[in-house]
Structures are given as C-alpha cells and as structure tokens.
T-cell receptor, first 119, second 114 residues
C-alpha cells in the first residue's frame, strides 16, 4: 500500500494566486513527521516545511503553510502568492517512528506534483 | 559551507561494471542515507546509516553496498551495474535528534547504465 499519495501529477497556477498541493499518508505509528520538498528543474532537493504528528498548530514558513488534518491523514501544502520561481516538482515525505535514534531519518516520498506558474 | 557533496555528477557505465558513488558531508550529521529517483517518481531509500560503523537496508537495497567508516563519508557501491540501475542518486544527511531534523540533500548523481 502506498504510504504517501500525491494525487495531482501536475497543475497550473496563475502568478500571484495561491495553490494547494494534496498529500495523504498512511501509517499506524502515532509518532511521525511530514515534510515537503521542492525540486526545481536543476534537480536539487530543497526543504520547505515540516509538521510533526503531535504539533497542535499547522506549520508555516513564509509563503508556505501546511494544512494538517490528522484524522483524515492529510498534509496539504499551500503556497500563497505564487511566483514564477515556484515552478518545480513538489514532494511530500514522511518519517515514521519516534525513536529516531534507532530508526534513523528514513523518508518515504510520494510521487510528486509538478507545478507550473503562469505569468 | 559545502553541505552534502556528491561525486561524480554524471556517470555512464557499461552493464556489469562496478563503481562507487561518493558522498561527503561537513555538518557533523549523524544520519546519512542514499536514495534513488527514477524518472517521474519520488525518491526511494536504498541504504542508510545512523552513525559511523552502522548501516542498514532501505526499500531498494539489492545491487548496492554501503559502508560508513567515518561520520563524514558514506559511499555507495554498485557491484555489477544493470540497466535497471539507471537513475538519479541522492545522498542525504541530517542530525540525529527528534523534531524537524530535515534531511539535507546533495546535488545528485545522474547514472546511466548501457
């Protein structure tokens, strides 16, 4: 079974508008972390935002916010005021396990969503 | 501040050849890992390490070996290259504490096996 599902393979967004990227996850571990990474066409992986399973508030980092709905097991990324430089692949990833010392920082990635920002 | 450095950036191998992808980090991170990214897909974990001398298998370990003799270095060895190993390989490192501990990624190695 897929642990991380990103159902939108690609989407267009108008510059200056907001866009929501969907991510659902599956885990039975009560302790986990959810990450979003950006991969521009140059190929590097850029960390955007993190949400812990026990965090009470939704994470925010500048123009990025995470809409965390624990009961629905969803962790959607919202990019506000899109810019041309936001055109990239976006990956949702999960780290399971609270005992990180033993578990390591192992990430399971979704298939990604390609975003193209139109001027 | 180099971060995570991978070499080479590009490599073409013939089927059956062996090679080592190098990964070095200068952030004193405890955790290091190797992922592969096939076209149009997310990253999949090959091997990981929680510290010098300790390694373990990830989701897709077959055909790859790793070792971690120092905190800084985590090389990935392809034993006998196959066309199915054509992919982009990413090395990542992070601190060994709970919480955010985002993984820092290298620039990737694009490997083609012919």
């Amino acid at each position: 079974a897929q642990k991380i599902t990103q159902t939108q393979p690609g989407m267009f967004v108008q510059e200056k508008e907001a866009v929501t990227l969907d991510c659902t996850y599956d885990t039975s571990d009560p302790s986990y972390g959810l990450f979003w990474y950006k991969q521009p066409s140059s190929g590097e992986m850029i960390f955007l935002i993190y949400q812990g399973s026990y965090d009470q508030q939704n994470a925010t980092e500048g123009r990025y916010s995470l809409n965390f709905q624990k009961a629905r097991k969803s962790a959607n990324l919202v990019i506000s005021a899109s810019q041309l430089g936001d055109s990239a692949m976006y990956f949702c990833a999960m780290r399971e396990g609270g005992r990180i010392k033993a578990a390591g920082n192992k990430l399971t990635f979704g298939g990604g969503t390609r975003v193209l920002v139109k001027p | 501040n180099a971060g995570v450095t991978q070499t080479p950036k590009f490599q073409v191998l013939k089927t059956g050849q062996s090679m080592t992808l190098q990964c070095a980090q200068d952030m004193n991170h405890e955790y290091m890992s190797w992922y592969r990214q096939d076209p149009g897909m997310g990253l999949r974990l090959i091997h990981y390490s929680v510290g010098a001398g300790i390694t373990d298998q990830g989701e897709v370990p077959n055909g790859y070996n790793v070792s971690r003799s120092t905190t800084e270095d985590f090389p990935l060895r392809l034993l006998s290259a196959a066309p199915s190993q054509t992919s982009v390989y990413f090395c990542a490192s992070s601190y060994g504490t709970a919480g955010v501990t985002e993984a820092f990624f290298g620039q990737g190695t694009r490997l083609t096996v012919v």
